[in-house]
Structures are given as C-alpha cells and as structure tokens.
C-alpha cells in the first residue's frame, strides 16, 4: 500500500512540474511572438499559441497576453484562452471529484 502512495505522490510531482513547465513555456511564446511582431520578424502562428493553451499552458498564454499587451484586441484570443482555462479547470475538478 505505501509503495502506491509514493507512486501516486510522484505521479503527482510529474503533473505539477509538467504544470508549471507548460506555462513557463506559454508566457514565452506570447514574449517572443510579441518581440518578432515588433521586430517584423516570422511570428509564432495563432495555432501554435491555442495549442500550447490546450496543452495545459491557459494561466501562462493568458498572462503573457495581457502582461505583453499581446493579441489584446482579438477577441479569438480574449475570449477563447480564458474559455479553454476554464474547460480545462472544470474537467481537472471533475476528475478530483470521480477519482
């Protein structure tokens, strides 16, 4: 039984660092594809920035986007990264909740 507890707990630790990681990573993107739209250099396209959000990656896209004042005006992104977090957010609770 003990050895199941510290599998769950560093399947745990995995998750969290994966968490964290995913949205170092997020608020990366929005500062470089900010940087090369300044620059006139080839940007991140929008589909890599929602894949990274889907990825775990909505907290980091979210405040890169405002902390950069970056795809502000796009309503895809205003609208869309928050309502991927908040998906994301009610099925993570929903598993805590089932298992």
């Excluded at 745990?12 to 990366?28: E, F, H, P, R, S």
């Excluded at 940007?43 to 970056?70: D, V």
């Amino acid at each position: 039984m003990e050895y199941i507890l510290s599998l769950a707990k560093m399947n745990i630790q995995y998750i969290i660092l994966y968490g964290i990681l995913i949205n170092l990573i997020g608020v990366g993107a929005m500062a470089l594809d900010k940087y090369k739209s300044q620059k006139g250099y080839w940007r991140i396209s929008e589909n890599t920035l929602f894949l990274i959000t889907i990825l775990g990656g909505g907290i980091g896209t979210i405040f890169g986007m405002y902390y950069f004042r970056h795809k502000t005006k796009k309503l895809k992104f205003t609208i869309g990264f928050p309502t991927i977090l908040i998906g994301e957010i009610i099925l993570l609770i929903y598993i805590i909740i089932k298992y």
